[in-house]
């Protein structure tokens, strides 16, 4: 149950980011001087952890698939669909623990 809670809000943080995203990059035709503010608003540190939570929802919604697509297309899957959930969150807390240091670095450390 709780695979199929993160997978909708995961897949519901994405969808938002995406609308968001294709908002403010339609700016530029509307007013270059606003889209510049909204870029500039976004290196700021809080954004920055906003970036590593998109990641995170991405990585984990992405993994999560696969995973489905496992239990779906495989007679296997189901069988093992408790095992392929810790599988999944062991591989995203690597995800995790590789990108959230070094993003982490450029986003409180300058470059």
Same mark, same amino acid.
């Given at each position: /149950?709780?695979?199929?809670?993160?997978? !909708?809000?995961? +897949?519901?943080?994405?969808?938002?980011?995406?609308?968001? &995203?294709?908002?403010?990059?339609?700016?530029? @035709?509307?007013d270059? &001087?606003? =889209?510049?503010?909204?870029?500039?608003? =976004?290196k700021?540190?809080? /954004?920055?952890? +906003?970036?590593l $939570?998109?990641?995170a929802?991405? %990585?984990?919604?992405?993994?999560?698939?696969? @995973?489905i697509?496992?239990?779906?297309?495989?007679?296997? $899957?189901? !069988? &093992?669909? !408790?095992?392929?959930?810790?599988?999944?969150?062991?591989?995203?807390?690597?995800?995790?623990? +590789?990108?959230?240091? !070094?993003?982490? /670095?450029n986003?409180?450390? %300058?470059?």
């Amino acid at each position: /149950m709780w695979s199929w809670v993160l997978h !909708r809000i995961t +897949g519901t943080a994405i969808f938002f980011f995406l609308l968001v &995203h294709i908002l403010d990059t339609a700016l530029i @035709r509307i007013d270059p &001087h606003a =889209y510049d503010a909204v870029i500039g608003a =976004y290196k700021t540190p809080i /954004m920055g952890i +906003g970036e590593l $939570g998109l990641v995170a929802a991405i %990585g984990l919604h992405a993994l999560n698939g696969l @995973r489905i697509i496992a239990i779906d297309f495989f007679s296997w $899957g189901t !069988r &093992h669909q !408790r095992l392929m959930f810790w599988i999944v969150i062991a591989l995203w807390v690597l995800l995790i623990i +590789g990108f959230a240091p !070094r993003h982490l /670095m450029n986003v409180f450390g %300058g470059e």
